[in-house]
Nanobody
Framework: QVQLVESGGGSVQAGGSTRLSCAAS????????MAWFRQARGKEREGVAA????????YYSDSVKGRFTISHDNAKNTLYLQMNSLKPEDTAMYFC?????????????????????WGQGTQVTVSS
């Protein structure tokens, strides 16, 4: 059973930066599609960024492209999200998600239904 634990959230001023981490344990496959989703109050969960650990392919939503960077440390089994130039509209609960194998490359990485494992989330609040 894969377990995901996010950390690094908090309060940040607009224009600032922060980095989220997602520590994974219990891996049963050699490669995973891993992603960050976010959910603002009263809104649906939306994909922010994803990475396929097999070849390092990355995917971003238009709203964060050029500002956020997703990465994965295979040795530490940890997923990161570097968030720069933060805006108040980035305020949300951020969730880490994982799915075994390369499914995200073919089924659409923003589809919440393809991810088998989810973390509990970490809150990011950006103030203007």
């Amino acid at each position: 059973q894969v377990q995901l634990v996010e950390s690094g959230g908090g309060s940040v001023q607009a224009g600032g930066s922060t980095r989220l981490s997602c520590a994974a344990s219990g891996y049963t496959h050699s490669t995973y599609g891993m992603a960050w989703f976010r959910q603002a109050r009263g809104k649906e969960r939306e994909g922010v960024a994803a990475i396929y650990t097999g070849d390092g392919s990355t995917y971003y939503s238009d709203s964060v492209k050029g500002r956020f960077t997703i990465s994965h440390d295979n040795a530490k089994n940890t997923l990161y999200l570097q968030m720069n130039s933060l805006k108040p509209e980035d305020t949300a609960m951020y969730f880490c998600a994982a799915d075994p194998g390369p499914t995200i490359k073919y089924m659409g990485w923003t589809n919440v239904r393809i991810y088998n494992y989810w973390g509990q989330g970490t809150q990011v609040t950006v103030s203007s």
